[in-house]
């Protein structure tokens, strides 16, 4: 299994720029989550998804969209893209359930935009 | 409003050492509380997680303390290595992990030889 993969590694946007990072995850796992990592702040919670189909919005949802079409897959839209939101972007999957190592979150390799 | 506080920012052990990292949440309806490791250029990556029908988990070196009355939980890294240099993240989740996590802002562990 390659696990959570995500594209681009690194990407430079100037501003007003649109992207979408990609994630894909082959374990199966229903939830998704996308998380942004500022210095020193920890990792806040964009969006995230529960299913094909659904999606919510987390901590800091403002400047991006995602969506959900398939199990597999959950990109990460940003439009008119800002300095703020130059970041280390994280996907993160998980299989609900208790006991064991179930809930645990897998997170990709990140994808760190600068936005000029 | 910050859910989940995490002490020390940063924390420089000597080699074979006890390291040792605090978090406190405010939230009752938590009953999940893992810890995540991660390396520079890498994903956090889940250590070790308690639910709070318990006081201690132990894996390994590794060790979590959870006191329910007092709303806090550490990481404890005992004999601790140059390796395990890296930033640690507590958080909690509520449903037994199937909500997302709310992470506390991450301690930078250095384990001197």
């Known amino acids: 299994n390659a696990g959570v993969t995500q594209t681009p590694k690194f990407r430079i946007l100037k501003i007003g720029q649109s992207m979408t990072l990609q994630c894909a995850q082959d374990?199966?796992?229903?939830?998704m989550y996308w998380y942004r990592q500022d210095p020193g702040m920890g990792l806040k919670l964009i969006y995230y998804s529960v299913g094909a189909g659904i999606t919510d919005k987390g901590e800091v949802p403002n400047g991006y969209n995602v969506s959900r079409s398939t199990t597999e897959d959950f990109p990460l839209r940003l439009e008119l893209a800002a300095p703020s939101q130059t970041s280390v972007y994280f996907c993160?999957?998980?299989?609900?359930?208790?006991?064991?190592?179930?809930?645990?979150?897998?997170f990709g390799p990140g994808t760190r935009l600068t936005v000029t | 409003q910050q859910q989940v506080k995490q002490s020390p920012q940063s924390l420089i052990v000597q080699k074979g050492g006890i390291s040792i990292i605090n978090c406190a949440y405010e939230n009752t309806a938590f009953d999940y509380f893992p810890w995540y490791q991660q390396f520079p250029g890498k994903g956090p990556a889940l250590l070790i997680a308690i639910r709070p029908d318990v006081s201690e988990k132990k894996e390994g070196r590794f060790t979590i303390s959870f006191n329910k009355s007092a709303k806090q939980f550490s990481l404890h890294i005992m004999d601790s290595q140059p390796g395990d240099s890296a930033t640690y993240f507590c958080a909690a989740s509520m449903f037994s992990g199937n909500t997302p996590l709310v992470f506390g802002k991450g301690t930078r562990l250095s384990v001197i030889a």
């Open positions: 374990m199966n796992h229903n939830y």
């Open positions: 993160a999957s998980s299989y609900p359930g208790t006991g064991g190592r179930l809930g645990e979150q897998y």
